[in-house]
């Protein structure tokens, strides 16, 4: 085992400070595009890009419902993967009582799953 | 000796960023030489000796292009979402322990800008955050081609997502740890098979896990052959097709940051990351290495971008859902049972052994039976019509 070199604060602070130096560094080559760059703007080029056809209605955001369905699945099945990684960490100290827990939850959302298979909510046509 | 001062972190934290950019620049050159040779031809040849210099150039001509905003655009959400992608992909290189703590200049230094408890799931957590980037881009872009584009990125990420964190948990039951420098420690252990001594990576106790997790990887990446959002003979440019100058180039370097940190990634948890001959002895080797597997990976995403052809959308899901979610759980149960019987927890008498072994037979005979069960997967394909 590594010994612990530095404070979890400290490990966290050093994050922060790259968050906010790759922010600045995007922000200097953004303000350097925009001293570079000519600015002719007009109503062509801030027109949608439809392939050159004129746009004759505004894009309404309108989309597959089936989206929503994935969205769903996804939000059980995230569920389970923040559940089972701590599990993970500590399982050689659970033993056998944990495997069955997992196993017994893995299963019954396994059920749901084949559920959802059959209602052909991962179809996707 | 080991109170290392927060502003040599920050420099080494830096210098990490800055190489990584170099890196993308370069990863760039890389691609097209590569895929030209694959295709038979020559690549960049202009700039430079070999075209080197086509990077740099590439990013002078972006610098002065003119930034473009479309008239009905959410302003602000279109001026900051590439920047999203571009900071996340950037902030998760910190937590990629490029060697222990060694003497440079006489001083002590940790070559790892942060050595988090959570590592491999902040890499996880920062590489779908990206996705807010894409989604935000192309919400804001308000026109077509953007929107089905980032609804796209946004269904496929989010479903991958699943099966690449999945993917990484029998990692996390054999190394008892989610810090990476953990996971790193531990595959420097050395196995013994009778009279050779091989190292103990993660590939090779976790091979299903590695296969999924790098198919995920170049899902979650939106590279070909999974690249749907930006599917440009159906799609324009996919979610970018607004962005222009800059703002463009934030998406490009997302991309290419995010696939340079996921093959870091991928090397550090199954491939022992800095181990390989001589790493012990000179820090240098030890980077040498994580970068010689990184550079393997990238050019596995190159090969496949010129083998394969794009997947159809349903395809795409279904792969995700049908074939790799199950796997992937699969796999978690079966790592955690035979931890459990490595650890001696769980007796299993030698009869239930064989039994296992005869019904597995069985199984694999049935399956392979010629018109036999097999897979859904590949029966599926043939039921659906054209997209």
Redesign the interface.
């Known amino acids: 085992m590594p010994v612990e070199t530095q404070t979890l604060g400290e490990n966290w602070l050093v994050v922060g400070l790259m968050l906010v130096s790759a922010f600045s560094m995007g922000m200097l080559l953004l303000t350097l595009n925009k001293i570079m760059a000519p600015s002719k703007p007009s109503a062509a080029k801030a027109a949608p890009y439809e392939s050159g056809m004129p746009d004759i209605e505004p894009v309404r955001p309108s989309y597959s419902p089936r989206f929503y369905v994935v969205a769903m699945l996804f939000v059980i099945f995230d569920i389970e993967a923040i559940f089972i990684f701590p599990w993970a960490v500590i399982f050689d100290e659970l033993g056998t009582y944990g495997f069955v827990e997992m196993v017994s939850f893995i299963g019954l959302l396994f059920v749901g799953y084949i559920y959802a298979w059959k209602k052909g909510a991962l179809e996707w046509v | 000796m ?1 109170d ?1 001062p ?1 502003w040599l ?2 420099i080494v ?2 210098t990490a ?1 800055n190489v990584l950019l170099a890196g993308m620049a370069y990863m760039t050159w890389f691609e097209r030489k590569v895929l030209a040779r694959m295709q038979d031809r020559l690549g960049p040849t202009r700039t430079g000796p070999a075209g080197l210099l086509q990077p740099i150039a590439d990013g002078i001509k ?11 655009a959410d302003k602000p959400v279109f001026f900051f979402a590439p ?1 999203v992608i ?2 996340t992909a ?2 998760s290189v ?2 990629i322990p490029f060697g ?2 060694v003497e440079i200049f006489g001083r002590d230094v ?1 070559l790892f ?5 959570v590592g491999a ?2 890499i996880l957590a920062f590489g779908s955050l990206g996705v807010y980037g894409i989604i935000l881009g192309s ?1 804001a ?5 953007p ?2 584009g980032g ?1 796209r990125a ?2 496929q990420v ?2 991958y ?2 099966v690449l ?2 993917a990484l ?2 990692v ?2 054999l190394s ?3 810090s990476l ?2 996971i790193l ?1 531990r595959q420097q252990e050395t196995l013994s098979l009778g009279p050779i001594d091989i190292p103990n990576w993660f590939i090779l106790s976790q091979p299903i896990a590695f296969v999924i997790y790098t198919i995920a990887a170049v899902a979650e990446t939106n590279r070909a052959p999974f690249d749907l959002p930006e599917a440009e003979t159906e799609l ?1 440019a996919g979610f970018h ?2 962005y222009s ?3 463009f180039s ?1 998406y490009y370097l997302g991309e290419y940051i995010n696939m340079i940190v996921i093959s870091l990634f991928a090397s550090t948890l199954f491939l022992g990351g800095t181990g390989g001959p001589g790493s012990d002895r000179f820090w240098g080797l030890g980077i040498f290495w994580l970068l010689a597997k990184t550079i393997v990976f990238l050019f596995f995403y190159i090969w496949l971008r010129a083998t394969l052809p794009r997947f159809r ?2 395809q795409l ?2 792969i995700a ?2 074939v790799l ?2 796997l992937v ?1 699969l796999n ?2 079966f790592t ?2 035979i ?2 019987v490595a ?1 001696g ?2 007796e299993i008498p030698v009869w239930v052994w064989i039994a296992v072994a005869v019904a597995v037979v069985a199984l694999l005979a049935l399956s392979l039976r010629p018109g036999g069960g097999g897979e859904a997967a590949p029966a599926r394909t043939s039921a ?2 054209g997209d």
């Open positions: 080991n290392q927060l972190t920050f934290a830096f960023m972006l610098l002065g292009k003119e930034d473009l905003i479309p008239a009905a920047l571009f900071v950037i902030v910190a937590v222990g703590t940790n800008a942060a050595d988090l408890n799931l902040f919400y872009s308000a026109s077509r081609y929107l089905l609804l946004a269904a989010i479903s997502e699943i964190g999945l948990v029998g996390f039951i008892g740890s989610l420098r953990d420690a324009a097709t607004e100058a800059f703002r934030f959308y349903d899901m279904g859902w049908k979610l199950p759980l978690i149960v955690a049972f931890r459990l650890n927890e769980l659906v019509g």
